[in-house]
């Protein structure tokens, strides 16, 4: 439901995103013209095999591509900013060193995206063994900077790997113990209405949400399924799939619900507050295959969470009620099983929180918004302690 944050001019404003992985194409068509780059004093290495350095391209399209005429559009297109930190540079692979990077020069309300996977202990004491792929907050000195970046109010999206692992087995009982990184940790679900979570998707409880993990449209030349227009490896575009595709889409939706946030109060949510809102608010998880991903997020209901936590607003501050006609011509009524008094007060905002009109609620709770241009608002009713509101379309 990232469309509706878009139809109320949300897509990411004023937030800076990181990533952390091998490389990306800054020359492909939807991010030449756009604020991408690779973070001061690194490089990527030119020993790195193409799928390794594509798979940023794909990632950069899903979170912030060119919302122009043609391709694709980033989730959060609107943001100010995404910089690569990556792991493997001329000097050598160091991954370490990449998540340490991208910590150090991010602040409060940034977001850090971590495209990797790391060695679950199967792999760790076997070296030939089956896959056991798990996030790469595993590794200890992941999860200290992790948990260092959270504590400073940095945002934290990672995948959670493509093992097929259950992280509540007795294996994963010291990473466990570890308690929680602030980090939201993202499996892949299915792109259909069951939400079901995909066999490989890695799960458990420390999984906190799910994004597509599959038929996700993304850019780039990954593999055999990619298109190039023009036999241009810069107009290239590729259907992406894993926890790698899911990841962004979860880390794009809570770049969008930090801007807003930013946007109605001048601060910012944690990494922890975000990932609270979004599963909260978000589509169930489906019950056709067992392992727990998390919810889908669902941006129309943690855009009113959002807007309810800018106002200080909870569940015994709030009262319910209906707007009616919406779409809205020139007025509406208000309509409500709650005993609302004419003490009441009506507010109007923009989108972006500004108000643009204000009254007390008249005797026949009819509210005349003639006077406003056409475009989406909330109406806020506010009676003593009490509040609540609801989205109009103005038409």
């Not at 798979?55 to 980033?74: C, D, E, P, R």
């Not at 798990?134 to 493509?162: F, H, P, S």
């Not at 004419?342 to 643009?356: F, M, P, R, W």
Request: charged share 15%; glycine share 10%; hydrophobic share 35%.
């Amino acid at each position: 439901n990232m469309q509706y944050a878009w139809n109320l001019g949300l897509n990411g404003q004023n937030i800076k995103m990181r990533d952390v992985e091998y490389g990306f194409n800054k020359n492909h068509e939807e991010l030449d013209v756009i604020n991408t780059s690779i973070a001061t004093g690194m490089n990527v290495s030119t020993a790195a095999y193409e799928d390794y350095t594509e798979h940023g391209t794909a990632v950069f399209g899903i979170l912030y591509a060119h919302k122009g005429t043609f391709g694709i559009s980033g989730m959060a297109y609107g943001a100010s900013e995404l910089v690569l930190f990556p792991e493997w540079q001329q000097s050598g692979y160091n991954r370490i060193n990449a998540v340490s990077q991208s910590v150090t020069n991010s602040t409060i309300g940034d977001i850090i995206v971590y495209e990797m996977q790391a060695d679950g202990p199967a792999v760790e004491s076997t070296p030939n063994a089956a896959v056991d792929y798990v996030m790469a907050e595993y590794n200890q000195v992941i999860w200290d900077l992790t948990k260092a970046a959270t504590d400073a109010g940095i945002t934290v999206v990672a995948a959670a790997g493509n093992g097929y692992v259950n992280l509540d087995t007795p294996s994963y009982a010291t990473y466990n113990a570890r308690g929680d990184s602030g980090a939201i940790i993202v499996g892949a679900g299915a792109s259909n209405t069951s939400h079901n979570r995909l066999a490989y998707s890695t799960y458990g409880a420390r999984v906190n949400l799910q994004g597509w993990g599959q038929d996700v449209q993304a850019i780039g030349k990954l593999g055999t399924a990619y298109t190039l227009v023009g036999n241009d490896f810069n107009q290239s575009y590729v259907n992406f799939s894993g926890t790698s595709s899911a990841t962004p889409i979860v880390a794009s939706c809570a770049t969008v619900l930090q801007s807003y946030y930013f946007s109605l109060t001048g601060n910012y949510l944690t990494s922890q507050q975000l990932r609270t809102i979004m599963q909260q608010t978000g589509i169930a998880q489906g019950t056709g295959v067992t392992g727990n991903i998390g919810p889908l997020p669902n941006m129309e209901s943690a855009i009113q969470e959002v807007y309810d936590q800018s106002l200080g607003l909870n569940e015994e501050t709030k009262f319910k009620f209906q707007v009616y006609p919406n779409p809205v011509s020139n007025q509406f009524t208000i309509l409500s099983g709650e005993l609302i008094s004419n003490d009441a007060k009506v507010e109007v905002y923009t989108s972006l929180g500004q108000v643009v009109l204000t009254t007390n609620l008249p005797n026949d709770k009819v509210v005349d918004v003639s006077q406003l241009s056409n475009g989406f608002y909330f109406v806020k009713i506010s009676e003593n302690n009490r509040s609540f509101i609801q989205k109009i379309i103005k038409k």
